[in-house]
């Protein structure tokens, strides 16, 4: 759950600041017996961005207060308003800090009443489309609504089981169509309400009609007493190909359910300049079968997919140059998709990993930059446009010691990296740059700093 922050109330209208309060209060509200009519006082609205090939997308109402942004599988806070009629604009920020008109949708709010703006399909030309239910107060119950919104406008048998309970024992809820939010209706209800128990459950989805289960979700605890959308999406970002199912509540995080059968990928880099090929050897679980290969100096492997599953990493040096790399555990969750980076400090191999991100690369990329340099306690990035200089940088990443990774989400344009570190005097020293690099790409980007033979003795590599 996100809170404004001061800065945040600023830019808001009052009317406005009081809608978040009571928007994020109103996530667990809990009444007395379960009611067919409303006790919420205000209308509510939340957008969804479910367009897989799009950018950070801003709601804001014309020539009025702005709702925050969402990417890709997120959602804004719920906001709580008057009733009425309320018009609604979405843009995006371009890499030259330009507002891009997307489009804009005119919503009728009611009282007590939950309205889901959703974006979906191509983001070249997306679809808005409004959903509206009516808000209740529960004790010990919530209700559950479910939307397809699939790129390729595919519907799913939905089964839902108590935890533990396999698909066999699992209860037909419906079929999720695109474009047809629908409540589902629970298969045990009691005295005291229609709607679900509160507790642990399992979500399986099929194709219509079979009962060949296509996806398996992770169980979910339902502890809240409020109204559920669960959402069927595509995957985007490192791994293409899937599905997740996220869950809206009323605030601005978003619950993305995995497949418990999805696969995972790693992708492997040599940034020691050792002469001969490091031999390198992925395996340990059970389930797959140990894979070996070589990767010479500044070597970058494909995306290799596996089930998901802890793995060890050994790498050797056939020169004997540097130590072996024995047994580095890697783990790899369902859809999840790893980088690991081997290097080379004080003739020892070693190796660091992290997840590359699964938001789409179309607009806005999310480049990852680690620090391979063991030299310095800390090093500074600067991501320098042509018009910047370190000073006016408007993207930076401060202090990352050796083995660090960080992230940052970079409009797509042509940026000059430049690495620096500061000595006791707390001058910036030069460690390398490049020329100006257009991540323009829908590709994964990794920016590391490593010992090279150059002038400073470092570089910056770029790989994707």
Known sequence: MQIATPS???SLGFRTIISVLVALFGLSACGGSDSSSSDYSYAYVQFYNASPNGANV????VDGDSFGSAQFGDTTSMFSMEEGELELEF????SDDQEVYIDAVT????????????????FASPTFTTYEYERESMEDHFRLFALSVTADESSYDFYMSESGDPFEA?????????ADMSELAFWDADDDSDYFDEGEYTVYLTEPGSDTVVFESQTLDFIYETEYVMTLRDVSGAIQEGLVVDTILNSSTVTALTDVEADSQYRIYNSTNIDAELQVSFGGNTDEEDVSFTLAADELSSFTAIRYGDYRVTVNDPTSSATSLN???VTLNQGESKAILIYN?????GAVTFVESGLPQAYDKTVN????????EDVDFYLVRNDETIDTAEYDLQNLEFGESASEVLPSDYYEVIAVYEDDNEEQILLDRTALFGFTEEENYIVTLEPADTATGYEINVLY
């Open 170 to 178: 699992a209860n037909f809820l419906g079929t999720v169509n695109p």
């Open 58 to 61: 801003e709601m804001r109402e």
């Open 345 to 349: 400090t004080d003739s020892q191999l």
């Open 91 to 94: 843009i995006r920020t371009d």
């Open 327 to 329: 047994n580095k555990l």
């Open 8 to 10: 945040a109330y600023q």
């Open 107 to 122: 919503i009728d709010l009611t009282e007590g009443h939950k309205t889901l703006v959703v974006m979906s399909g191509d």
């Open 369 to 376: 930059f680690i620090n391979l340099v063991s030299d310095f």
